[in-house]
């Protein structure tokens, strides 16, 4: 340890060749003995305290001093200098006497110097700095202010010459990670990095799982292509304005108009992009925004959910039909998702739905309301009814229901009509742009899962804490059956399910305890309302007079108007079709 | 009006059993077992298994087994743990009904479960496929450390309390982002618990190695012990240090335990805490109300669904959590960041919980359906180790066994603001992160949702998650 270790570097070239690197920071202090070079390595840069050291100079500065830029003046010119070299070559120039220090054959001097900050490790003369400019640059960087900012980035620094340093190479690197995506700055790099890295090992270990989802928490292009989005849709929202075309570089030249694409649903930040975007958006045809809705149609209609330009464009695997429906919180593609059915249902159906109206819709920039145009009461229920009941018959576009739609579909079924007449409507709408998104975007994956919004667009029941409350009135009050038979039913709670009893009778039995029970308006009653509910679904869908039934009133009329419309359905519905037969 | 009707309904529940059978034992007449099942689409399955599992909930919390098991029979013949959503999450819940009903024999589920064995690698394995999986966790991560980043600017000495280490990644990525930060980085301390030495000795490895890799001054404090049982000494806060506190999905549990014995010293005040109740029970002939209460006695529930959800009574009796929020209260963090599960699963009753539980798994369920394909190994042990076992728990458990107490959000409001947290608004910037990394999921169904300056994660309208932030109000 101690000064064997630190001895030798002024003696002898050769140990001092070896040391260099150390002494580039920290010249050390001459040893007074001259104990020949151990096996010790020469790692120690410190002086120790108590070690006779008579050259090497403890020089402690104030902050003052050491923050005075010029500390030499010139007295003639006023001309400050850093240091008394410098001075005494400008001192020459003005034929003042100067003297320039001479290299001497004796060793120079060594000066160490403290940091003035009692606090720091180099406050103690033990861990001295070796040279005034690194005493300096350490006190600025360490217990200085930051004055300089960089302008690209707003990282500050306290050291001019690291400013300068950095302000070169801002902006003009990128950082690139192993997953692909790239950076302009370093600290969201670094953000980056974290996650990326952690799920690194991981997605080795299970790159199967992680590639369908996109595993990384920035994940692969997915990451840049939203990074970009939310560059360019909020730039003045961002505190960093760091150029948002930096993250648009992703060698995929769909780029700028991958974002309306990837529109969120629900565009967090900012207003939806104006309508025109839309036409310039790589996935529809050209000028598509312009062209009457119906032939967006026919083209989905040949290649339902393929989208192959898109495809090709934005090189994400299985995501594409996400996207692209996802797209509809900003105009048509929701559209497109719902009147897949919807239209090529509508030739069974109405059929007469006009280009027009949608649009109308879709210039109106949102979509939802595109959707459903007023006059919905005469196309919807159709729609409606192809939706689900037609379902059963073209299985090829039958849509898997995720779990939380058939949960609010079964609470649905045990709830009715609420007592706001036109709750469906308004629900239609109010939700239409949210929700026709959210639709679009839970049937995006392979297997077409159902969102429930869809169900709960087209059920017009909305409000969870209905449900909810219907739910539990189910559970805790009358036997869960009643939520398919009879709330009374006193041999029939299996009925819709069993098959045993035959339908006639079944169905019988259910009227009658329909009628007996929507007498009431309360809590209660709702439940038994229900009923209706199930029948009404049972029977494979609403029709349009259904709709307008169940909008315009409930209690025992309505009911009675279903009769008819039970009966004539009865062959295609989901339930009576497999289960009662 | 209303109790009229409500009796009537109430009244069913013990009737309607027994019609039940009866309509249950017609069906094996039609042939064995019930061909005509199989060919249910997957939505009229689905609907059906709901309203099986509704209805064998119903037994089971009427205590009437003949019955629950009849209809956990019909169950089996449909779910599935690698079916459709709705036959996986079916076959989860019966397990758990029927893992509640034989808890009535002890004897006979000790001897079942007399080989059942957790192994911890397993269970580190699924919590890492579950942070996979989900964007959840990340979320909850870059909120959580943009929350404290900001929390801690300007701070040389920084202190981390980590309730329950599991990712190193979250820590990893503050790390970077500390030491990052125009001031330079911090002291930094991290202190973590765990009951496990292993997953702590392993935190602390991967977090030194990247301390010292970024030459961050670093150090890891380990704390092997059980939430319920950390005492907060053992947390050494020193004075100076600027204290961060970051639970994940953890502060649930600690709600365990109170209820069980405040039931058993008093089973009938907590039935008779609001008036209909009372009436209610009055009402109903001796015999009933004697049934009643063995089977409550039985089931360890309440038969009143609404007494302690509803009450304001619920926040005041966990004990427990009272006193632990304190003490972390007496730390005075400058900020604290919890994560919750979103979710109502602390219901004192059976039926309320299973439908709360059927809603919310439901959600997750599906997010996993709709991206990842249904033979994917990671997704089935992500539902049978982790979903399936909290099922379990919140199906058959009661009282201290009972952890998976997820409770919404509006209830950890309330319960930190009278522990004298104040709310901190998660900033603009943190959402923006959480936003962004939603979106680098390429997945729609998941949500953000910003709730009183708290952050809900959502599966399309649902809520799963939670994220909120606190600070000591003076």
Redesign the interface.
């Known amino acids: 340890m101690s000064a064997a270790s630190s001895s030798m570097p002024f003696f002898g070239t050769t140990t001092r060749e070896e040391n260099q690197n150390q002494m580039l920071q920290q010249p050390t202090s001459t040893p007074a003995s001259s104990i020949a070079p151990t096996t010790a390595p020469p790692k120690k840069r410190r002086n120790q305290p108590g070690t006779p050291n008579p050259d090497a100079e403890v020089i402690a500065l104030s902050p003052k001093t050491l923050m005075a830029t010029n500390r030499f003046i010139c007295e003639v010119c006023n001309k400050g200098f850093q240091r008394e070299q410098n001075l005494q070559l400008h001192r020459r120039g003005h034929n003042l006497p100067w003297k320039l220090k001479q290299k001497t054959n004796k060793e120079p001097k060594r000066k160490v110097y403290l940091c003035p900050e009692p606090t720091c490790v180099h406050h103690d003369p033990s861990r001295a700095l070796g040279d005034l400019t690194g005493i300096k640059k350490h006190y600025s960087?360490?217990h200085g202010e930051?004055k300089w900012k960089c302008e690209k980035c707003?990282?500050?620094y306290a050291v001019q010459s690291d400013w300068k340093a950095h302000s070169k190479t801002c902006g003009t690197r990128e950082y690139r990670c192993d997953c692909g995506t790239l950076f302009s700055r370093?600290?969201s790099f670094?953000?980056h990095?974290?996650?990326c890295?952690?799920?690194a090992q991981?997605?080795a270990r299970?790159p199967?799982?992680?590639n369908?989802?996109?595993?990384?928490?920035?994940?692969n292009n997915?990451?840049s292509?939203?990074?970009s989005?939310?560059g360019s849709q909020?730039p003045s929202?961002?505190?960093q304005n760091h150029p948002s075309n930096n993250m648009l570089r992703l060698g995929n030249p769909g780029g700028p108009k991958l974002e309306h694409l990837?529109q969120?649903?629900?565009p967090?930040?900012g207003a939806p992009p104006p309508p025109q975007h839309l036409s310039s958006s790589a996935f529809y045809l050209p000028d598509a925004a312009n062209q009457p809705f119906q032939d967006h149609q026919s083209h989905h209609h040949g290649i339902p959910f393929s989208n192959k330009p898109l495809q090709g464009l934005m090189q994400?695997p299985d995501?594409q039909t996400?996207?692209n429906?996802?797209s509809g919180g900003a105009g048509p593609a929701a559209a497109n998702l719902f009147n897949l059915g919807f239209f090529s249902n509508n030739s069974n159906a109405t059929g007469s739905i006009s280009p027009d109206q949608f649009n109308d819709g879709t210039n109106t920039g949102q979509g939802g309301t595109g959707l459903f145009p007023n006059n919905m009461g005469d196309h919807i229920g159709s729609g409606m009814s192809s939706l689900f009941g037609n379902s059963?018959q073209h299985e090829n576009i039958?849509p898997?229901?995720?779990?939380?739609a058939?949960?609010q579909?079964?609470a649905q079924?045990g709830s009715t009509t609420s007592n706001e007449s036109s709750n469906l409507l308004r629900t239609l709408r109010a939700s239409s742009s949210n929700r026709a998104?959210?639709a679009?975007?839970?049937a995006?994956?392979d297997?077409q899962?159902m969102?429930?919004?869809s169900i709960q667009n087209i059920g017009g029941v909305e409000n969870?804490n209905h449900l909810?409350g219907l739910?539990?009135?189910?559970?805790?009050?009358?036997?869960?059956?009643s939520?398919?038979g009879g709330?009374q039913g006193?041999?029939?709670?299996?009925g819709g399910?069993?098959?045993?009893?035959g339908g006639g009778v079944a169905e019988a039995k259910l009227h009658q305890n329909l009628a007996a029970s929507f007498g009431?308006s309360?809590?209660?009653?709702l439940?038994f309302l229900g009923v209706g509910g199930i029948v009404r679904n049972m029977g494979g869908g609403y029709s349009q007079r259904d709709l307008q039934h169940q909008q315009q009133q409930h209690g025992m009329t309505s009911m009675t108007s279903l009769d008819p419309q039970l009966k004539s359905t009865q062959g295609s519905q989901?339930?009576r079709g497999?289960?009662l037969q | 009006m209303a109790p009229v009707f409500q009796d009537e309904g109430s009244s069913s529940v013990t009737s309607s059993p027994l019609q039940f059978f009866s309509m249950m034992s017609l069906s094996p007449t039609i042939g064995s077992p019930y061909p005509w099942l199989r060919e249910l689409k997957s939505e009229e399955r689905g609907l059906y298994l709901i309203h099986l599992l509704i209805t064998c909930a119903n037994h089971v919390a009427a205590g009437n087994l003949e019955n629950a098991n009849i209809a956990l029979e019909q169950i089996s013949h449909l779910a599935s743990p690698d079916g459709d959503t709705m036959q996986r999450i079916a076959a989860y819940f019966t397990e758990a009904l029927a893992d509640r009903i034989l808890k009535t024999w002890p004897g006979l589920h000790k001897a079942l479960n007399s080989t059942r064995m957790s192994l911890l690698s397993e269970e580190i394995l699924v919590r890492k496929v579950f942070f996979e999986l989900f964007p959840f966790l990340k979320v909850a991560f870059v909120l959580t450390n943009q929350a404290i980043t900001e929390a801690m600017e300007g701070e040389k000495m920084v202190h981390i309390i980590d309730l329950n280490v599991s990712e190193p990644a979250k820590w990893i990525a503050l790390l970077q982002v500390l030491s990052a930060r125009p001031e330079g980085p911090p002291h930094l301390r991290i202190t973590g618990v765990h009951q496990q030495r292993e997953v702590l000795d392993q935190m602390a490895h991967r977090l030194t190695e990247e301390a010292e890799k970024l030459d961050i001054p670093f150090q890891f404090n380990p704390i092997v012990s059980k939430l319920e049982n950390l005492d907060v000494e053992q947390l050494r806060v020193k004075t100076g240090e600027a204290l961060a506190i970051s639970s994940d999905l953890q502060l649930h549990s600690l709600l365990a335990s109170d209820d069980e014995l405040l039931r058993k010293k008093s089973p009938l005040p907590s039935k008779t805490i609001n008036g209909t109740h009372l009436s209610r029970v009055l009402q109903m002939n001796q015999s009933t109300l004697g049934e009643l209460l063995e089977k409550d006695l039985v089931n360890g529930y309440s038969p009143s669904p609404d007494s302690a959800s509803s009450s304001p009574l619920s926040l005041t009796t966990s004990v427990k959590m009272e006193s632990f929020l304190n003490s972390l209260w007496g730390l005075t963090p400058k900020i604290m960041v919890i994560t919750e599960q979103d979710s109502n699963h602390n219901g004192s009753s059976l039926m309320e919980r299973l439908l709360e539980a059927l809603y919310s798994y439901a959600a997750l369920f599906d997010c996993l359906e709709s991206t990842m394909t249904r033979t994917s190994v990671e997704r089935l042990k992500v539902e049978k180790m982790l979903f399936g076992e909290e099922i379990k728990n919140i199906i058959a458990c009661e009282g201290a066994e009972r952890k998976e107490r997820h409770e919404k959000l509006d209830k950890w409001i309330q319960r930190l603001d009278s522990a004298g947290f104040g709310n901190v608004p998660l900033s603009y910037y943190g959402m923006l992160q959480a936003r962004r990394l939603l979106q680098g999921y390429g997945c729609d169904g998941y949500r953000i949702k910003e709730e009183s300056g708290s952050v809900l994660i959502c599966w399309q309208d649902r809520p799963l998650f939670s994220i909120s932030a606190w600070r000591c109000r003076k």
């Open positions: 960087r360490k930051k707003s990282k500050r370093r600290d670094i953000t990095r974290a996650f890295d952690a799920l991981e997605s299970h199967t799982s992680l369908t989802i996109g595993g990384h928490i920035y994940g997915h990451m292509l939203g990074l989005q939310m909020i929202l961002q505190n990837i969120p649903s629900n967090p930040y994400l995501l996400s996207s429906n996802s059963v039958a898997h229901m995720s779990a939380t058939l949960l579909k079964a079924m998104a959210a679009a975007a839970a995006k994956s297997r899962v969102s429930p919004n969870e909810q739910m539990n009135s189910l559970a805790n009050g009358t036997s869960a059956a939520m398919f709330g006193q041999d029939n709670t299996f399910f069993s098959g045993g009893g009431g309360d809590k209660l009653t439940d989901p339930f497999t289960a």
